[in-house]
């Protein structure tokens, strides 16, 4: 249930870690578990069949593909496995059941669940990805910049879902380079500088500040 920040300037290997820990990337080094399981070894397949789940911050080129219906992007990682396929067949009518449960649970706005998905905006694309991933069984859940390009309102709701995620139990890493969201979101804050993780802090009264004096490199008191 805790709301974990990673603060820092873009490019200071915030997506290596999120891709490293999702098991797109190969790890060097160190360890990672799930509810005290190494899954360091495990594809992304497996990781996700635990718990773990990746929103990238490029919802278009690589969360989801635009051309494909929203029906079938809200089941990318899930395609050729049942109860959606069976024996080599699709099963249109279950697609279709299940796109249309999360549609209304989530609220994205489309004309039709087989409209392309790269029509919709950027905010339904969002809430896509978020129906996707926290369906079946999500135990921890990796945010890149979640709210990243989005309007007022749709940030809003997506900062409102992650604190309903939260306090469903599942956790949380909340990548973001927007400071004002961590301080409004997380319950501890690390920070990352130069590829590597270079303290954290809780989110209290100084946490602005020794935020700050870690993305600068000093040391905190």
Do not use: C
Not at 124 to 143: H, P, T, W, Y
Not at 144 to 150: A, D, I, Q, S
Request: glycine letters at 12%.
């Amino acid at each position: 249930g805790e709301i974990l920040g990673i603060a820092g300037i873009d490019g200071n290997g915030q997506k290596q870690l999120a891709e490293a820990l999702a098991g797109q990337r190969p790890a060097t080094g160190g360890e990672i578990l799930l509810d005290g399981r190494p899954i360091g070894h495990l594809d992304v397949g497996a990781r996700r069949q635990m718990g773990l789940r990746y929103l990238t911050d490029d919802r278009l080129a690589e969360g989801t593909v635009g051309s494909f219906p929203v029906s079938l992007n809200l089941l990318l990682k899930e395609i050729g496995g049942p109860p959606f396929w069976a024996r080599g067949f699709v099963r249109s009518a279950e697609i279709s059941r299940h796109a249309t449960r999360l549609v209304s649970a989530f609220d994205v706005r489309t004309p039709s669940i087989e409209t392309p998905v790269g029509r919709l905006s950027g905010g339904n694309i969002q809430k896509v990805l978020l129906a996707r991933e926290l369906s079946g069984g999500a135990k921890a859940v990796i945010f890149n910049k979640p709210t990243y390009g989005l309007d007022l309102a749709n940030i809003a709701a997506s900062r409102r879902r992650i604190r309903e995620i939260a306090a469903s139990g599942i956790a949380v890493v909340l990548i973001s380079t927007d400071l004002e969201e961590l301080i409004e979101l997380a319950d501890r804050i690390a920070v990352m500088s130069r590829g590597r993780l270079t303290g954290t802090v809780e989110n209290d009264a100084a946490a602005r500040r020794r935020v700050g004096e870690l993305m600068v490199g000093t040391t905190l008191s």
